[in-house]
């Protein structure tokens, strides 16, 4: 029976999960959306920023949010060395629609298999102060261990938005994949431009994966779960449209939590993906994309 | 003269006899090898490295006393990634390229299924782990199953769950029930829906959720709207977790939660939720309460606590690991009593025989599954947070059922 406390509890907590799959989605949305490239690897980096924050919470107590902030730095500089590979060894001998999706699905195995050989194949879970405790306004239920992710996420999307939009180097990124030939017209160097945008497309996934252990357990391979879902998001938002990207991840958010707590949990991917394809058949190019 | 001549074909005939005794020495003694499949990496494989674990312990065990008819046992297995498509093509390898002279299965009802047939084909007896009602749909009289679940095994997995409910004051009348969409899962709340059904309970929620749901909240909040009596619950670790948190964050006021719920068997998992396991009943095989202490548990533990020590598996392996270590003591005994690899007389040496092992003494019914269930319902008690050595001593998670191995009674309601 559909109850407003029901009601509104369902919006809330889809809001939620919506914002937690922003932050996943969101690194994704910068190297496919905007530089083309099909890392399909993304979610396993995102593993890798859960592994670091279990790492400093489990021996130093640190909140993991904060780890995750503090890593992106050394996520960026993945990311940039990451691009070096891949356009000396793929890009600039145009092989980088095939060869370099095996690339990807490559790193994204031996960074699996390092995570195994590393720390094992037991889940792993964080502990912080307002893991378990929930924010109670009215008949409103908001555990703080979706809560946390949800804001962090906001706040880590607001931030790549206003320096998409706000910096030369942000409207560069958004350039490089419409016309890098103009872009070089312009002055600015495609390479670096690409190099510096999925440098910070891989540092979201430190912070990501730090809201991801908030979240649920994790060991290294839980990151397949997600490709399916964070490609449909960045396809539904638009390709190339981070805000677009956010609102796909919070319709499908809402729309997953709806039909858990009012239909069948089992459904929900099927209507996620339904949502994909009606849109898709109505706007080919997503909810924010251009034509 | 006749003698030097003699003298050089003795020697020849002496040669070849060294030669014949020599190449036939190493073909009688040439290792025997048990193959299997194993989940070593994907979602299952924190359970399937613990059993490989105490599998190793097991041919070191038997290895020590001499191996198995004279021949030392070694293994051949590969990784199946939790992927059951993988399955059958590893069995295949293993019979027909590798030449294994045993099989065993890997763990979980998913991994075992799909290697039924090329086994039965070959007409070999099959020795698996923690499979859930796997031969009701093949009907092969040489399966044998070393999980407890019982002859019945989707309907005996909950029956501990609804005896214990039935018998409280006064008797719960309604139930949500709950599966992750898997296997396991769903069968395992097949069962309870039937106990439910046969005892007339009121049926307000009955859901499915997709395998590996990042947050359960949502359902979780459903399923208190419903306010059920009684949460039945069958699900994998990830989906566990989430339920048990999202349980407490919105704090549900069933009287029994829990029921199938694997991952709350784990000491890392156990040792995040803390005082959040309090009150729940779930399933489980082995806990340190002195009601389970069988003859060479604890050295076995003793073993696989020191093996597990950096793996990055469950440090303490109550769950799976006896399991896995007495299901090659039947394989092995059955083995040496035969004195053969005849698949037909170790299947019918199994059949009839009571074995004695560490997880206590085994005997199968008819379709392969333990004679008698001994699936444990388990209530947490008193856990404190952030302390994983409590799960290691008895007292935080006692026996409610069965009645033969009890070692406390049930709180309820579960959450006051």
Excluded: C
Aim: hydrophobic fraction near 50%; avoid cysteine; aromatic fraction near 12%.
């Amino acid at each position: 029976m559909i109850t407003l406390e029901l009601f509104l509890n369902a919006v809330v907590a889809g809001l939620m999960l919506g914002g937690f799959y922003a932050a996943v989605a969101l690194g994704l949305s910068i190297t496919f959306g905007q530089l083309d490239i099909v890392n399909i690897a993304h979610p396993t980096f995102v593993i890798l920023g859960s592994f670091v924050a279990y790492i400093l919470n489990q021996n130093f107590g640190i909140d993991p949010v904060l780890i995750g902030v503090v890593f992106m730095p050394v996520f960026y500089l993945i990311g940039t060395t990451l691009y070096r590979v891949y356009y000396v060894s793929f890009e600039r001998t145009g092989q980088e629609s095939l060869s370099g999706l095996a690339f990807f699905f490559g790193l994204m195995f031996i960074i699996e298999v390092v995570l195994i050989l590393t720390f094992g194949v037991d889940y792993r879970l964080v502990n912080a102060a307002y893991i378990g405790k929930t924010l109670h306004i009215g008949f409103l239920d908001m555990p703080f261990r979706m809560l946390v992710p949800a804001i962090a996420a906001t706040i880590m999307t607001g931030a790549v938005v206003l320096y998409m939009t706000k910096t030369f180097m942000g409207k560069a990124i958004m350039a490089v994949s419409q016309d890098r030939l103009a872009l070089q017209l312009m002055g600015a160097d495609p390479i670096k431009v690409k190099r510096i945008a999925l440098g910070i497309a891989i540092a979201t996934a430190s912070l990501a994966g730090a809201l991801l252990i908030i979240i649920q357990p994790v060991e290294p391979s839980v990151g397949r779960l997600y490709i399916g879902r964070i490609f449909a998001i960045v396809v539904l938002g638009g390709m190339g449209s981070i805000s677009g990207t956010f609102v796909a991840a919070i319709l499908i958010g809402v729309v997953e939590s709806f039909i858990a707590t009012f239909y069948g949990p089992s459904w929900a991917p099927a209507v996620g993906f339904g949502i994909l394809l009606l849109t898709l058949a109505i706007r080919p190019q997503g909810i924010f994309g251009r034509a | 003269m006749i003698k030097k001549v003699m003298s050089p074909l003795r020697i020849i005939a002496i040669l070849a006899m060294v030669a014949v005794v020599a190449f036939a020495v190493p073909a009688q003694s040439k290792n025997l090898k048990i193959g299997f499949s194993m989940a070593l990496t994907g979602p299952l494989a924190g359970a399937g490295k613990a059993a490989l674990i105490a599998m190793q312990i097991w041919k070191d065990d038997i290895n020590k006393k001499g191996g198995l008819l004279g021949r030392k046992v070694d293994f051949v297995f590969y990784d199946d990634a939790t992927s059951p498509s993988k399955v059958p093509g590893i069995y295949s390898k293993l019979l027909n390229v590798d030449k294994v002279d045993l099989v065993v299965s890997s763990y979980g009802t998913n991994e075992i299924s799909p290697a039924m047939p090329i086994i039965m084909r070959k007409g070999l007896v099959f020795m698996s782990l923690f499979g859930l009602a796997v031969n009701d749909k093949f009907n092969y009289d040489r399966y044998f199953q070393i999980m407890p679940a019982g002859p019945i095994p989707k309907d005996d997995w909950s029956r501990g769950f609804f005896n214990l409910a039935m018998a409280q004051s006064p008797k719960p009348k309604s139930i949500a029930l709950l599966a992750e969409d898997a296997d396991f899962a769903l069968s395992a709340v097949a069962g309870a829906r039937r106990h439910a059904k046969r005892l007339g309970m009121k049926i307000v929620y009955d859901k499915t959720f997709p395998f590996g749901s990042p947050d359960v909240t949502s359902v979780m909040r459903a399923i208190k709207a419903a306010n059920a009596d009684l949460v039945y619950v069958g699900s994998y670790p990830g989906g566990s977790v989430g339920l048990v948190k999202a349980a407490n964050e919105l704090g549900l006021k069933a009287k029994m939660f829990g029921g199938g719920m694997v991952g709350l068997q784990f000491a890392g998992i156990q040792k995040n939720l803390g005082p959040m396991l309090n009150g729940i009943v779930n399933y489980d095989f082995w806990v340190p309460e002195p009601t389970l202490n069988f003859p060479g548990v604890k050295e076995f533990l003793k073993k696989y606590q020191a093996g597990a020590k950096g793996k990055g598996v469950d440090p303490f392996g109550h769950y799976l690991p006896p399991y896995a270590y007495a299901y090659l003591q039947v394989l092995g005994d059955a083995v040496t009593a035969v004195g053969s690899l005849d698949q037909k007389k170790i299947a019918a040496y199994i059949h009839k025989t009571t074995f004695t092992t560490v997880v206590g003494p085994v005997k199968f019914a008819k379709n392969g599954e333990w004679a008698k269930t001994r699936t444990l319902q388990v209530q947490f008690r008193d856990v404190k947070a952030n302390n994983i050595g409590q799960f290691n001593k008895p007292g935080k998670r006692i026996v409610l059922y069965p009645s033969s191995v009890k070692s406390g009674s049930i709180k309820y309601p579960y959450k006051q």
